[in-house]
């Protein structure tokens, strides 16, 4: 019998999926539906890519995880669920480790749905239903907050007055799993640097950056929520917050229509006029398309300067992410002028999209690594499912 961990993540009408063995590190297949509703469409591949056959009831969450796993029993018939993990954007302010889910958590997790408004219901409401689908498989919660619990405490608060701290008014950091997988793979492929400053550059249609001492989380550029920082797909980044008192006092904008523009109709998608979408952007020969690449590697250059101040140095950067792992063009850009920071990179090794791109004699390393989140959730909820023991017994 073969016994598998299915990871989920789950957006407002999203589900991305991959199953695990349980004794394994590799994924047995991946899938996306999408539309959760009554158009809603799925697409499983198994690790080779081959599309693995599913249909069925996917109007809501629950019956899109039943599908789901139909269509992987029927391609694995001697398949069972061991246990189920979840990517949960918010673990609030005292949650440093991933947690094994009852009733008492869910609660706790729901009071912080006010934090994460467009993402946290949606996380929840996946478990919900995996619980629903599944009754008596373990599942287990893994928060994109918990890795930056490490925080000092200068890098976790804004100069309010300090109830609102008190209040959880704080720079929690997201993109964590993808920030634990690269440590992990820090620590077993390159341990050289295990103990040193580390800068991370996630940069995917989200983007953040982490710097790292010694393997855990010193800043990021991300704060409350996950609009701070770098310039995203469709998101804006670092904001003075004078734009929004402005937008809403003088142009009489409401809270939701400036959350719109901030999360969805700002970042490369604002300033190319075009397209969120990287590739896109590199193509497109505007002066627009240009000038928002230009943008997002000089908010790139100024954050990696940031994190190294936060750390007191840099002795590596690493580049994860759509972005960070595929575009030599982004990557050369924004290492262009950063010598001054020891960062030189070998232009063969880039463009090969090596895992190492910077140059022999420089001073500072340059990676690539390519981040995988679902196998910090997959690893987290073998350990708190109690998987492990059970299998070597
Ligand atoms: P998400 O944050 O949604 O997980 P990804 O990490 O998949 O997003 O990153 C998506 C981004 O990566 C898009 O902007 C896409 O254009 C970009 N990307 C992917 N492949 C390439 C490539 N070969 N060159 C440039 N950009 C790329």
Request: with cysteine; hydrophobic share 45%.
């Amino acid at each position: 019998m073969m016994k598998a961990i299915l990871t989920l993540n789950s957006g407002s009408s999203s589900l991305k999926v991959s199953l695990f063995p349980v004794a394994g590190e590799t994924p047995l297949a991946t899938g996306l539906v999408d539309g959760i509703g009554p158009k809603a469409s799925i697409r499983l591949r198994d690790h080779e890519g081959a599309a693995i056959p599913a249909s069925g009831d996917m109007s809501s969450h629950a019956a899109a995880i039943r599908t789901v796993l139909a269509g992987f029993g029927s391609h694995w018939p001697d398949m069972t669920l061991a246990a189920v993990g979840h990517r949960v954007v918010h673990g609030g302010a005292d949650r440093a480790t991933h947690a094994l889910v009852d009733a008492g958590l869910l609660e706790e997790l729901a009071t912080l749905s006010p934090f994460a408004p467009l993402h946290q219901p949606h996380n929840l409401e996946g478990i919900r239903a995996a619980m629903e689908a599944f009754p008596g498989v373990p599942q287990v919660a893994c928060f994109d907050t918990a890795f930056h619990r490490s925080h000092p405490w200068v890098n976790d608060t804004f100069a309010l007055p300090r109830e609102f701290y008190e209040q959880g008014v704080r720079r929690y950091g997201f993109h964590g799993l993808s920030y634990e997988y690269i440590a992990s793979t820090i620590a077993s492929q390159a341990p050289h640097l295990a103990a040193g400053r580390v800068v991370v550059a996630h940069l995917g249609n989200g983007a953040s950056m982490c710097g790292m001492q010694g393997g855990r989380s010193i800043a990021s550029t991300m704060g409350f929520s996950a609009l701070d920082g770098l310039p995203m797909g469709t998101r804006c980044g670092q904001l003075d917050p004078g734009v929004v008192l402005y937008l809403m006092d003088q142009r009489g904008m409401s809270a939701r229509e400036i959350s719109d523009l901030l999360y969805k109709q700002s970042g490369l998608f604002g300033l190319s006029g075009l397209s969120n979408d990287m590739r896109t952007l590199e193509g497109a020969g505007t002066r627009e398309a240009a000038e928002a690449i230009d943008y997002f590697v000089f908010r790139c250059q100024r954050e990696i300067g940031a994190m190294a101040a936060a750390l007191g140095g840099i002795d590596a950067l690493i580049f994860c992410g759509g972005i960070g792992e595929n575009s030599r063009m982004i990557r050369a850009r924004i290492c262009e002028r950063l010598a001054w920071m020891g960062i030189e990179i070998d232009h063969t090794a880039n463009t090969a999209n090596a895992r190492v791109i910077s140059s022999d004699l420089a001073r500072t390393s340059v990676m690539v690594i390519p981040t995988n989140e679902e196998r910090v959730i997959a690893l987290a909820t073998r350990a708190l499912a109690g998987l492990i023991d059970k299998e070597a017994a």
